[in-house]
Nanobody
Framework: VQLVESGGGSVEAGGSLTLSCAAS????????MGWFRQAPGKEREEVAG????????WYPDSVKGRFAMSQDNAKNTVYLQMSSLKPDDTAMYYC???????????????????WGQGTQVTVS
């Protein structure tokens, strides 16, 4: 299972950034995928989840209205579009996937067992 993230970088407060996560067909199809972040000294938190068969999404209140997760089935890729970014959004962002074929809940962190290498987002 391989999850390859891209798109991180530095942006000013109020700006936008889009992260991408490419997966294998086996990992992507009919599965829960999510974006998580972890800032230094803080616990990891999920910021978006999607079920790739149907496209239902979930967001915590902290990012609702600012972050949007989407998918491109032709590319086996999910995206995280982030807008109105704040300095508190600064963190390492990770793409994650549940175990293919298993029941999963897009809002339940424990269901995500495969992780990408992470991409840094810095908001100043």
């Amino acid at each position: 299972v391989q999850l390859v993230e891209s798109g991180g970088g530095s942006v000013e407060a109020g700006g936008s950034l889009t992260l991408s996560c490419a997966a294998s067909t086996y990992t992507y199809r009919r599965n829960c995928m999510g974006w998580f972040r972890q800032a230094p000294g803080k616990e990891r938190e999920e910021v978006a989840g999607i079920y790739t068969a149907g496209g239902s999404t979930w967001y915590p209140d902290s990012v609702k209205g600012r972050f949007a997760m989407s998918q491109d089935n032709a590319k086996n890729t999910v995206y995280l579009q982030m807008s109105s970014l704040k300095p508190d959004d600064t963190a390492m962002y990770y793409c994650a996937a549940a175990r293919p074929g298993a029941y999963c809940d897009i809002s339940r962190e424990s269901d995500f067992v495969y992780w990408g290498q992470g991409t840094q987002v810095t908001v100043s």
